[in-house]
Each structure stands twice: as structure tokens, then as C-alpha cells.
């Protein structure tokens, strides 16, 4: 299994990014996906979340309203749409999926199965 962040880079605080998690070796239906974010000297912090059980997604406070995930089937990939960037949302982003784990762990990196690569999002100000 292998899965893969992509998209980040360098934005001016009220721009936008789509941010994408490749997968292999799953396949989609079987898994919630967890999109996670870790700024330098703070803790990982869950973002949002797609439930395998319900289809349903979740956001963090801080990115409710901002941040919009989905995913294509198809093509085996998540995506995070991200606009309104803060300078406070500066972080390596990962994406994580597990199976069968119950929803109120979805913020806990530790539940997850299989983790990606990070990708770089800076904001300035």
C-alpha cells in the first residue's frame, strides 16, 4: 500500500490550494481517509475525515468552512480543496487511511493503517 501526498507549496494568506492523496494497493471503498496537518514544534492535528461507513465527511474547527475534501473513485485519489489559507494553516500535510475503526478516533494518527508522504503548505502573510 502506498499513498501519497501531493499539491502543497507557497500561497499569500487568502489564496487557495487543491491538495491530493494518491493511493495503491486499496481500494477506496474499503477505507476512511484522514487528512492530517503538523506545523513545526505543535502537535499532528486531524483536519477532516471521509467515513467509510456513511460516506459522511468531517472537518476540524479550524478548517470548517475553508476546507473541502472529496474523492475520485476512479482515479484512487482524496482530495483536499483549501481556500481562504491563513498563515496559521503553514503545515507538512498527510494523508492516512484505516478500515473498520470506529469514527470517534478519527483525529488519533496512532488508528490509522497506512500513512503518506507530506506535502509543504506555507502561507504568508
Known amino acids: 500500500v502506498q499513498l501519497q501526498a501531493s499539491g502543497g507549496g507557497l500561497v499569500q494568506a487568502g489564496g487557495s490550494l487543491r491538495l491530493s492523496c494518491a493511493a495503491s494497493?486499496?481500494?477506496?471503498?474499503?477505507?476512511?481517509i484522514g487528512w492530517f496537518r503538523q506545523a513545526p514544534g505543535k502537535a499532528r492535528e486531524g483536519i477532516s475525515y471521509w467515513d467509510e461507513f456513511d460516506s459522511s465527511t468531517t472537518y476540524g474547527d479550524s478548517v470548517k468552512g475553508r476546507f473541502t475534501m472529496s474523492r475520485d473513485r476512479a482515479k484512487n485519489t482524496a482530495y483536499l480543496q483549501m481556500i481562504d489559507l491563513k498563515p496559521e494553516d503553514t503545515a507538512v500535510y498527510s494523508c492516512?487511511?484505516?478500515?473498520?475503526?470506529?469514527?470517534?478516533?478519527?483525529?488519533?494518527?496512532?488508528?490509522?493503517?497506512?500513512w503518506g508522504q507530506g506535502t509543504q503548505v506555507t502561507v504568508s502573510s
Open positions: 494497493g486499496i481500494t477506496w471503498d474499503d477505507y476512511s
Open positions: 492516512a487511511v484505516r478500515s473498520r475503526v470506529p469514527f470517534r478516533y478519527w483525529k488519533l494518527w496512532s488508528k490509522y493503517q497506512y
